[in-house]
């Protein structure tokens, strides 16, 4: 079974930073397309960032500056590193997985997904 656990989240006052690290496992499908996504109380799930199998990043536009997403696909294991944090990014942050060809940037595109790890700025 397709298995992604998420970790690294916690409550940080502005400013702070974290570093967020998502591991999966089960994964046969080779250097998959993975991303990371956050869900605030109310609001729907945005995309944060993507990596493809080549290692190629992409940004919501939203988030360029203060988040970077690090890892290799090849080997299930993707970061998020956050900076400047802001009350405004408190939510859930979730770790998924394409196992299909392409890199989307819709959450509904991405298949596997993790429990996700919460991250409270105040």
């Given at each position: 079974?397709v298995?992604?656990v998420?970790s690294?989240g916690?409550?940080?006052?502005a400013e702070?930073?974290l570093?967020?690290?998502?591991?999966?496992?089960?994964?046969?499908?080779?250097?998959?397309?993975m991303?990371?996504?956050r869900?605030?109380?109310?609001k729907?799930?945005?995309r944060i960032?993507?990596?493809?199998g080549?290692?190629r990043t992409?940004?919501?536009p939203s988030v360029?500056?203060r988040?970077?997403?690090?890892?290799?696909t090849?080997?299930k294991?993707?970061?998020?590193?956050?900076?400047s944090l802001?009350?405004?990014d408190?939510?859930m942050?979730?770790?998924?997985?394409r196992?299909n060809?392409?890199?989307p940037i819709?959450?509904?595109d991405f298949?596997?997904?993790?429990?996700g790890?919460?991250?409270?700025v105040?």
């Amino acid at each position: 079974d397709v298995q992604l656990v998420e970790s690294g989240g916690g409550s940080v006052g502005a400013e702070g930073s974290l570093r967020l690290t998502c591991v999966g496992s089960g994964i046969t499908y080779r250097d998959p397309c993975m991303g990371w996504f956050r869900q605030a109380p109310g609001k729907e799930r945005e995309r944060i960032a993507t990596m493809d199998g080549y290692g190629r990043t992409d940004y919501a536009p939203s988030v360029k500056g203060r988040f970077t997403i690090t890892g290799e696909t090849a080997k299930k294991v993707l970061y998020l590193q956050i900076d400047s944090l802001k009350p405004s990014d408190t939510a859930m942050y979730f770790c998924a997985v394409r196992l299909n060809s392409g890199c989307p940037i819709l959450p509904r595109d991405f298949s596997e997904w993790g429990q996700g790890t919460q991250v409270t700025v105040s």
